[in-house]
Antibody
């Protein structure tokens, strides 16, 4: 069974940093590109970043470019999102999703709240 | 960026009625690979999104065949032949052809 479990969220002050993790199981993690997608409270979905299976290709939304870094450790079956210079508008539920082009499996999400 | 325009914003239907959701993109979603990465996902209340359809019309194995997807280039449609109670939630179209990837605004399906 494919499982994606996000962690690392919480309440953080504006300007601070936070690192999210997504632990994958039930499939060969190193064969799949991965995504981070977020959803602000009561809002729709916003794609944040994608990374290819070998980390050769990485893409970011303009809203996070230069502040967020997506990475992965295929030996640990884990996807990461390092978030710096956080803003109030980054407050959202962050999902990891498998497969760069399809998003065929999603985690349950982890909440990030940016507030003083 | 590719703008995805979904209509209607909401649908209120009785069980057994058909449903149709439109998704239009501001540019063609046909990629250089010859594939069109237009996906449909469903977010039930309080849950994370779940997969429905990929590459315009391909149903995932667990998705009931009352769902269907069609379209090409810039115009796409999700249809439900007969709505059931488990179908309520918010439907999103999502294009994976171009970066940044973008989502439609969502269509909320409510039951009458």
């Amino acid at each position: 069974e494919v499982q994606l479990v996000e962690s690392g969220g919480g309440l953080v002050q504006p300007g601070r940093s936070l690192k999210l993790s997504c632990l994958a199981s039930g499939f060969t993690f190193s064969n799949y590109g991965m995504n981070w997608i977020r959803q602000a409270p009561g809002k729709g979905l916003e794609w944040v970043a994608s990374i290819s299976s070998s980390s050769s290709y990485i893409y970011y939304a303009d809203t996070v470019k230069g502040r967020f870094t997506i990475s992965r450790d295929n030996a640990k079956n884990t996807l990461y999102l390092q978030m710096t210079s956080l803003r109030s508008e980054d407050t959202a539920l962050y999902y990891c999703a498998r497969s760069t082009y399809y998003g065929d499996y999603w985690g349950q999400g982890v909440m990030v709240t940016v507030s003083s | 960026d590719v703008v995805m325009t979904q209509t209607p914003v909401s649908l209120s239907l009785a069980i057994g009625q058909p449903a149709s959701i439109s998704c239009k993109s501001s540019q063609s979603l046909l990629g250089t690979s010859g594939k069109t990465f237009l996906n449909w996902i469903l977010q039930r209340p309080g849950q994370s999104p779940k997969r429905l359809i990929y590459q315009v019309s391909k149903l995932y194995s667990e998705v009931p065949d009352r769902f269907s997807g069609s379209g090409s280039e810039t115009e796409f449609t999700l249809k439900i032949s007969r709505v059931e109670a488990e179908d309520l939630g918010v439907y999103y179209c999502w294009q994976g052809t171009h970066f940044p990837q973008t989502f439609g605004g969502g269509t909320k399906l409510e039951l009458k």
